[in-house]
């Protein structure tokens, strides 16, 4: 990681890495979100059910394609909305600080040049769509995990009480074989919990919600930026209220959907790209440490209380160290004293 020009960064892991390592891990996770969502590799739990229960009594909606927000809808929303927000975002911070970018150019043995705007569009872009693979993948986890039933599950299972015997609505039906009704239907009603729409599409408003907070310095912005962001989370509530609206997920299936997708996106925004910034923060500085063995002290870790004067007098450290120390005062306490008058200066 030698530097050769302000600006210019050499690097010749960042290829082999992006390939090895990253693109192995995305594979996955598409791969996994694929077998997930196309296959029936994971097979669903068979809860049983109350006879006459009227939480899953509501009328079958008709398939997902039918729905006043069909899965299309959702998913091309879902890409297109932060893909061009992120693009337009970067191309609009790129060509108006041109001059200051902080991002290295990064040249790995001469023949690839990849710019700061490449970079960051990548790296944004490309920790998007491994959340959204990852939501996809939590919220189809936890349907096939619990099989709750959806509230239109009676209608698609369409039992035969009289075969299975139901007297009383209180009656608990655990027979795999109760249900009379399409065999794929049955098995979709059985995937409720937490809703998949309103997962994805908090998902995907959080994490654009936070870019634009977070990116847009633009002066002039101060009304702007909130419509954006409450529009983009008002969107993202709709699916959920319609979800409910058409018997298709419960309340407790949609809020947690929202749940899982908001902590997905608030995550790799704060932990993994560092809120959209340039560079990394640096690492905390390093105290250097008194030799402890000199005053015959056992090595205890101090609470390390931030001060002022850690940044105007870089050569008094062995001074300050006594700050957090006052019962050792008859060690020194000729030294103790300019200590405490330059904090009162301060
Ligand atoms: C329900 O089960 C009863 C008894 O096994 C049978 O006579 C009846 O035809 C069944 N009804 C339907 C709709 O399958």
């Known amino acids: 990681m030698a530097e050769e020009k302000p600006g210019l960064k050499s690097s010749s892991s960042i290829v082999p890495c992006f390939l090895f390592v990253e693109l192995v891990i995305m594979a996955g996770t598409v791969l996994l979100a694929y077998y997930f969502e196309y296959t029936d590799t994971f ?27 069909p899965p299309v809808l959702v998913y091309s929303l879902v890409t297109a909305i932060p893909t061009l927000t992120i693009l337009m975002g970067e191309l609009m911070v790129f060509f108006l600080k041109a001059g200051s970018t902080q991002e290295k150019t990064i040249v790995t043995a001469d023949c690839c040049y990849f710019n700061p705007l490449f970079r960051r569009i ?25 099989g709750n039933q959806t509230p239109h599950f009676l209608s698609a299972c369409l039992p035969n009480y009289t075969a299975l015997g139901c007297q009383s609505a209180m009656q608990y039906i655990t027979e795999r074989r109760a249900c009379t009704g399409n065999p794929l239907l049955v098995a979709s009603a059985r995937k409720s919990f937490p809703s998949k729409d ?3 599409s908090v998902y995907s408003a959080v994490y654009t919600v936070m870019y634009v907070t977070l990116v847009s310095r633009t002066k002039g ?4 930026k909130p419509t954006v962001s409450l529009t983009l989370l008002c969107l993202a509530m709709l699916v959920g209220v319609v979800r409910v609206a058409e018997y298709r997920n419960h309340w407790s299936d949609v809020l947690a959907g929202f749940f899982t997708g908001a902590a997905i996106a608030i995550f790799l925004v704060t932990c993994v790209i560092n809120n959209f910034q340039h560079v990394p923060p640096p690492p905390p500085p390093v105290r250097p440490q008194r030799p402890e063995s000199v005053l015959g002290v056992p090595m ?47």
């Open 300 to 346: 205890v870790s101090l609470p390390c209380v931030e001060s002022p004067l850690e940044k105007l007098h870089g050569d008094h450290h062995s001074l300050r160290s006594h700050d957090h120390q006052p019962y050792r005062f008859p060690a020194t306490p000729d030294v103790l004293i300019p200590s405490r008058s330059i904090s009162s200066e301060v």
């Open 122 to 146: 990548v790296r944004f872009l490309g920790v998007y769509s491994f959340g959204l693979f990852t939501t996809s993948i939590f919220a189809n986890a936890g349907q096939v995990v619990t």
């Open 198 to 200: 309103a997962a994805l």
């Open 221 to 224: 912005t101060r009304l702007a």
């Open 43 to 69: 097979p669903v739990h068979v809860q049983g059910f109350f006879c006459y229960d009227k939480a899953f009594s509501k009328p079958y909606p008709g398939p997902e394609h039918s729905s006043k927000v």
